[in-house]
């Protein structure tokens, strides 16, 4: 219908078409001749006007002439001077008015040779006047038998018939360019008719062309929409009959999987098994077209709605991998979730409908790699305040789809391979149902894959916020904890390590055994062992249980924690007892069964007491290697870290473990002063800069309460700001000593053991010199990232690939800091309130300057001392790609570090 439709209108289109071409056509010619027309008539207009001029300028040069005459016989007659001047202005006026006669006919030869002629006439009518004056001083009645005379009569003479002649032409030329202006205007009149005509015959005639068209397409139109209302109902009739008959054969096969399951609880012999066991597979397989054909079915007749209740998001997602982890170990596939930090786990929406497009998705990826990795990722892709929209890719590394086959794979009933000899079963309908569920869900779908490359399939969806209380953390209970991960594979490696980061733990990981073993053995060496180890149990030359034993052999059983990261079937409890494994964990990795065999593992007792060296949890093959390491007094002493900036807490209680205090930790002044009326810490380490109440305000109200106690506890100033004076700011609030913000491992060492090895008396002189305020010269030419200064300032020994893994730890979660932080300065910003944006500039300040991120540093000292607040959103946005800038240098020094251990520079890593 749409062709002849098409058809019928094509020649009444075409005649329309050539209609208004014919139209335009006159309507331009129009254009252009009132155009033509207007110019001439202004050239005519332009012309009479100026030979108007001529006629007042010959007009005026004749009442000039003839009053200079009057004014000379005058004088001659009476003597009077004033006549004779008046004679004079006269002819200065005539002399005028023949220059703007030269200036005015410069177009016309006749009328310019005229002017010459009159300027002849007025040099000898002044030359005749002077001798008029002359004579008239001398002899009265000489000069006046000159006037009038044969001269004086002779130069009016010609004066006035030049005149005249400039006259006549002048008229002449006027009333010709009057006729012609005439003429021109009465020209453009009828064209200005004739052209509202021609638009005024158009709009009725495009009028008529318009209705007439109308009418045709509101006659096309009900014929279509009642086509369309046969193909509608057409549809509906179709699927209705479909989910009928899908319904209809679910019934007899809920009795025939219903029943083959019952048969397999039996006694059955070995071949009567395996014929149950194909009749259950095929049953599954036949229950799974019929699902899909219900679902297209009910989406095709728009019966299909989606529910909204709250659920949680991680079981919903490692429910669906777990479902299908059997198939993927059939095939030694490796299954991987991986949901990231910032995506909320509890929503509202339907999760079975996710549940099942990951079914799909995840089962294909599965069906079409051979070897290789499934891997699962969850990603948070935008959020407001009521609603969050999540990014779901599944991952392999299968056979790829071709670029021209991507366009088609989610419509119905297509395969990438639709022959008859096709290698992998299916209906066609999998892709095509997961597509219409994701719209409905408000997202989309699509693909990123090249043949033989493997594929990503993806999908979006929004889902409703749930407020709900954040169950207890594990962090602050685990943080600085060491973990060791192996597992050789790369992407499962990184998911369990980032899992653990998350717990707080300080997490190493490496591929192989041998890897292992020297790591446990480094650790060992330098006094700070490994607690927890989670081992996968299938590794290329050496397994996991056979790794634990030469573990257990060499003297690490009472230290360190093993968890064992096994497929089904798992060990038996004695045999994991046997070998001294503190729990197991099956694959795919569940984040909750990794937590509670943590728990479980990190809640035993550990062998060595309070008083037991380190040294002594060595093994003695160790031992001998490292040689006697005995750790000094401050083992026994415990430190207050107050401090809000996560990234400096890490550092900080860093540092101090290596040193052998032990600390305590919070993140406001209200928190300290409230921990010091139950506790008693050995020296105090105070940021200046904290919520609630400053560091300053902090120590004068703990100095106001040892007057009563009588007890004096160091209190050490950790600040970024080294401007001057901020050591006497610290001194005259009550502190002992005074860090400047970024510091180093041995000054902080330093000036703890003199603060703590002195008794502190009203007059003390002052902190030790363990500042070292930056230079504001030096700081403008800072470099972007000084990797000596962030070896120095994080404690770390660039040796292995461990410490690398820990520095990105520290420098990943210092970059979410940054974001945060600069999110709340935004706000800031956009509320006006400079305080806090000051704050938070000496907050990121101190992390920036501790990790050697100088450029950013400075960059955010300019925004907290600036007095100017007008520059502050360009500086803000400097910040924004200064800590991205200072990322990238990162990478790039840390990588050359780790893989040029030999040639590595102390130099900063770029400026």
């Given at each position: 219908?749409?062709?002849?439709?098409?058809?019928m209108?094509n020649?009444?289109?075409?005649?329309?078409?050539?209609?208004?071409?014919?139209?335009?056509?006159?309507?331009?010619?129009?254009?252009?001749?009132?155009?033509?027309?207007?110019?001439q008539l202004?050239?005519?207009?332009?012309?009479?006007?100026?030979?108007?001029?001529?006629?007042?300028?010959?007009?005026?040069?004749?009442?000039?002439?003839l009053?200079?005459?009057?004014?000379?016989?005058?004088?001659?007659?009476?003597?009077?001077?004033t006549?004779?001047?008046?004679?004079?202005?006269?002819?200065?006026?005539?002399?005028?008015?023949?220059?703007?006669?030269?200036?005015?006919?410069?177009?016309?030869?006749?009328?310019?040779?005229?002017v010459?002629?009159l300027?002849e006439?007025?040099l000898?009518?002044?030359?005749?006047?002077e001798?008029i004056?002359?004579?008239?001083?001398?002899?009265?009645?000489?000069a006046?038998?000159?006037?009038?005379?044969?001269?004086?009569?002779?130069?009016?003479?010609?004066l006035?018939?030049?005149?005249?002649?400039?006259a006549?032409?002048?008229?002449?030329?006027?009333?010709?360019?009057?006729?012609?202006?005439?003429?021109?205007?009465?020209?453009?009149?009828?064209?200005?008719?004739?052209s509202?005509?021609?638009?005024?015959?158009?709009?009725?005639?495009?009028?008529w062309?318009?209705?007439?068209?109308?009418?045709?397409?509101?006659?096309?139109?009900?014929?279509?929409?009642?086509?369309?209302?046969?193909?509608?109902?057409?549809?509906q009739?179709?699927?209705?009959?479909?989910?009928?008959?899908?319904?209809?054969?679910?019934?007899p096969?809920?009795?025939?999987?219903?029943?083959?399951?019952?048969?397999?609880?039996?006694?059955l012999?070995?071949?009567?098994?395996?014929?149950?066991?194909?009749?259950?597979y095929?049953?599954?397989?036949l229950?799974?077209?019929?699902?899909?054909?219900?679902?297209?079915?009910?989406?095709?007749?728009?019966?299909l709605?989606?529910?909204?209740?709250?659920?949680?998001?991680?079981?919903?997602?490692?429910?669906?991998?777990?479902t299908?982890a059997?198939?993927?170990?059939?095939?030694?596939l490796?299954?991987?979730?991986?949901?990231?930090r910032?995506?909320?786990e509890?929503?509202?929406?339907?999760?079975?409908?996710?549940?099942?497009?990951?079914l799909?998705?995840?089962?294909?990826?599965?069906?079409?790699?051979?070897?290789?990795?499934?891997?699962?990722?969850v990603?948070?892709?935008?959020?407001?305040?009521?609603?969050?929209?999540?990014?779901?890719?599944?991952?392999?590394?299968?056979?790829?789809?071709?670029?021209?086959?991507?366009?088609?794979?989610?419509?119905?009933?297509?395969?990438?391979?639709?022959?008859?000899?096709?290698?992998?079963?299916?209906?066609?309908?999998?892709?095509?149902?997961?597509?219409?569920?994701?719209?409905?869900?408000g997202?989309?779908?699509?693909?990123?894959?090249?043949?033989?490359?493997?594929?990503?399939?993806?999908?979006?969806?929004?889902?409703?916020?749930?407020?709900?209380?954040?169950?207890?953390?594990?962090?602050?209970?685990?943080f600085?904890?060491?973990?060791?991960?192996?597992?050789?594979?790369?992407?499962?490696?990184t998911?369990?390590?980032?899992?653990?980061?998350d717990?707080?733990?300080?997490?190493?990981?490496?591929?192989?055994?041998?890897?292992?073993?020297?790591?446990l053995?480094?650790?060992?060496?330098?006094g700070?062992p490994?607690?927890?180890?989670?081992?996968?149990?299938?590794?290329?030359?050496?397994?996991?249980?056979?790794?634990?034993r030469?573990?257990?052999?060499?003297?690490?059983?009472?230290?360190l924690?093993?968890i064992l990261?096994?497929?089904?079937?798992?060990?038996?409890?004695?045999?994991?007892?046997?070998?001294?494994?503190?729990?197991?964990v099956?694959?795919?990795?569940?984040?909750g069964?990794?937590?509670?065999?943590?728990?479980?593992?990190?809640?035993?007792?550990?062998?060595?007491t309070?008083?037991?060296?380190?040294?002594?949890?060595v093994?003695?093959?160790?031992?001998a290697?490292?040689g006697?390491?005995?750790?000094g007094?401050?083992?026994?002493r415990?430190?207050?870290?107050?401090?809000?900036?996560?990234?400096?807490?890490?550092?900080?209680?860093?540092?101090?473990?290596?040193?052998?205090?032990?600390?305590?930790?919070?993140?406001?002044?209200?928190?300290?002063?409230?921990?010091?009326?139950?506790?008693?810490p050995d020296?105090?380490?105070?940021?200046c800069?904290?919520?609630?109440?400053?560091g300053?305000?902090?120590?004068?109200?703990?100095?106001?309460?040892?007057q009563?106690?009588?007890?004096?506890?160091?209190?050490?100033?950790?600040?970024?700001?080294?401007?001057?004076g901020?050591?006497e700011?610290?001194?005259?609030?009550?502190?002992?000593?005074?860090?400047?913000?970024?510091?180093?491992l041995?000054?902080l060492?330093?000036?703890?053991?003199?603060?703590?090895?002195r008794v502190?008396?009203?007059?003390?002189?002052g902190?030790?010199?363990?500042?070292?305020?930056?230079?504001?010269?030096?700081?403008?030419?800072a470099?972007?990232?000084?990797?000596?200064?962030?070896?120095?300032?994080?404690g770390?020994?660039?040796?292995n690939?461990?410490a690398?893994?820990?520095?990105?730890?520290?420098?990943?979660?210092?970059?979410?800091?940054?974001?945060?932080?600069?999110?709340?300065?935004?706000?800031?910003?956009?509320?006006?309130?400079?305080?806090?944006?000051?704050?938070?500039?000496?907050?990121?300040?101190?992390?920036?300057a501790?990790?050697?991120?100088?450029?950013?540093?400075h960059a955010?000292h300019?925004?907290?001392?600036?007095?100017?607040?007008?520059?502050?959103?360009?500086?803000?946005?400097?910040?924004e790609?200064?800590?991205?800038?200072?990322?990238a240098a990162?990478?790039?020094?840390?990588?050359r570090?780790?893989?040029?251990?030999?040639?590595?520079?102390?130099?900063?890593a770029?400026?």
């Amino acid at each position: 219908m749409a062709v002849n439709l098409h058809r019928m209108q094509n020649p009444r289109g075409h005649a329309l078409a050539a209609g208004f071409v014919a139209v335009a056509l006159i309507l331009i010619g129009l254009l252009v001749a009132s155009s033509l027309t207007v110019r001439q008539l202004r050239s005519a207009q332009a012309q009479a006007g100026q030979s108007l001029e001529v006629l007042q300028l010959v007009s005026s040069a004749e009442d000039a002439a003839l009053r200079t005459r009057l004014y000379t016989r005058g004088y001659v007659i009476t003597g009077n001077g004033t006549d004779m001047e008046q004679a004079r202005q006269q002819a200065g006026r005539l002399q005028d008015v023949l220059g703007q006669l030269r200036a005015r006919t410069q177009s016309s030869p006749s009328q310019r040779e005229r002017v010459e002629q009159l300027e002849e006439v007025l040099l000898e009518g002044k030359a005749y006047l002077e001798r008029i004056t002359e004579l008239r001083r001398i002899d009265r009645e000489a000069a006046l038998e000159m006037v009038p005379g044969p001269v004086g009569d002779r130069l009016a003479e010609n004066l006035t018939r030049v005149l005249g002649a400039m006259a006549e032409e002048a008229r002449t030329d006027f009333n010709r360019f009057a006729t012609l202006v005439h003429t021109r205007t009465r020209t453009l009149e009828w064209l200005i008719v004739f052209s509202v005509s021609v638009i005024l015959l158009l709009l009725v005639t495009t009028y008529w062309v318009v209705s007439s068209e109308l009418n045709q397409r509101r006659r096309l139109t009900l014929q279509l929409e009642h086509a369309r209302d046969a193909a509608l109902n057409l549809a509906q009739k179709k699927s209705d009959f479909l989910a009928n008959m899908s319904h209809e054969i679910r019934t007899p096969m809920n009795g025939i999987i219903g029943m083959i399951e019952l048969l397999l609880r039996t006694p059955l012999n070995a071949n009567q098994r395996d014929l149950a066991e194909t009749i259950r597979y095929s049953a599954d397989a036949l229950l799974v077209v019929v699902n899909d054909i219900l679902d297209f079915s009910k989406i095709e007749a728009g019966k299909l709605t989606l529910e909204a209740n709250e659920f949680d998001l991680r079981d919903t997602v490692e429910q669906s991998t777990e479902t299908l982890a059997a198939a993927a170990r059939e095939k030694s596939l490796e299954l991987v979730t991986l949901i990231y930090r910032d995506v909320p786990e509890r929503l509202c929406g339907d999760a079975g409908r996710v549940r099942q497009v990951l079914l799909n998705l995840v089962g294909n990826a599965i069906k079409f790699t051979n070897k290789g990795e499934v891997v699962v990722r969850v990603t948070k892709q935008s959020e407001t305040d009521t609603t969050v929209v999540l990014r779901f890719s599944v991952t392999d590394t299968g056979i790829g789809i071709p670029k021209e086959a991507q366009t088609d794979i989610f419509e119905a009933f297509t395969q990438l391979d639709s022959s008859q000899s096709r290698r992998f079963s299916g209906t066609g309908l999998g892709l095509a149902i997961s597509k219409r569920l994701v719209k409905l869900m408000g997202g989309d779908i699509g693909v990123d894959s090249e043949a033989g490359k493997g594929a990503t399939f993806w999908f979006t969806a929004q889902f409703e916020k749930v407020d709900v209380s954040q169950p207890p953390s594990t962090y602050e209970l685990w943080f600085g904890t060491r973990a060791l991960v192996l597992d050789d594979n790369t992407t499962n490696r990184t998911v369990i390590a980032q899992q653990l980061t998350d717990f707080g733990f300080f997490c190493e990981a490496v591929a192989t055994a041998q890897e292992a073993l020297t790591a446990l053995r480094k650790a060992a060496i330098s006094g700070h062992p490994f607690r927890v180890a989670i081992l996968d149990s299938q590794m290329p030359t050496m397994d996991g249980l056979s790794l634990i034993r030469q573990i257990r052999a060499e003297g690490w059983s009472d230290e360190l924690a093993c968890i064992l990261l096994t497929t089904p079937p798992a060990p038996s409890g004695m045999e994991l007892a046997q070998i001294g494994i503190a729990a197991c964990v099956t694959k795919p990795l569940r984040l909750g069964a990794l937590k509670e065999a943590l728990r479980l593992a990190l809640g035993k007792p550990r062998a060595k007491t309070k008083s037991t060296p380190i040294r002594q949890t060595v093994p003695p093959a160790v031992q001998a290697m490292a040689g006697d390491t005995q750790p000094g007094d401050a083992h026994h002493r415990s430190i207050l870290l107050v401090e809000d900036n996560p990234v400096n807490q890490q550092v900080a209680q860093r540092m101090l473990k290596i040193l052998g205090y032990q600390v305590v930790t919070v993140a406001t002044g209200v928190e300290a002063l409230a921990l010091l009326q139950s506790q008693q810490p050995d020296a105090i380490l105070m940021d200046c800069q904290i919520p609630e109440m400053d560091g300053y305000t902090v120590t004068m109200r703990i100095r106001e309460q040892e007057q009563v106690t009588g007890r004096h506890v160091p209190i050490i100033a950790l600040t970024a700001n080294a401007l001057q004076g901020e050591r006497e700011r610290c001194l005259a609030a009550g502190m002992d000593d005074y860090l400047s913000k970024p510091f180093k491992l041995a000054e902080l060492e330093q000036v703890l053991k003199q603060c703590l090895s002195r008794v502190p008396t009203a007059d003390t002189d002052g902190p030790t010199n363990t500042d070292h305020q930056p230079d504001a010269d030096a700081d403008r030419d800072a470099v972007l990232l000084d990797m000596a200064a962030f070896w120095i300032g994080t404690g770390i020994v660039a040796t292995n690939q461990a410490a690398g893994d820990l520095a990105r730890q520290i420098m990943a979660t210092f970059q979410s800091d940054v974001a945060n932080q600069l999110r709340h300065m935004q706000t800031a910003l956009a509320q006006g309130d400079e305080q806090t944006v000051r704050v938070i500039a000496h907050r990121l300040r101190g992390s920036a300057a501790q990790l050697g991120a100088r450029r950013l540093a400075h960059a955010l000292h300019g925004i907290e001392a600036s007095p100017d607040t007008t520059d502050w959103l360009h500086q803000v946005q400097t910040v924004e790609a200064l800590a991205e800038a200072t990322r990238a240098a990162f990478d790039d020094a840390l990588h050359r570090e780790l893989t040029e251990p030999s040639e590595r520079q102390t130099q900063p890593a770029s400026s």
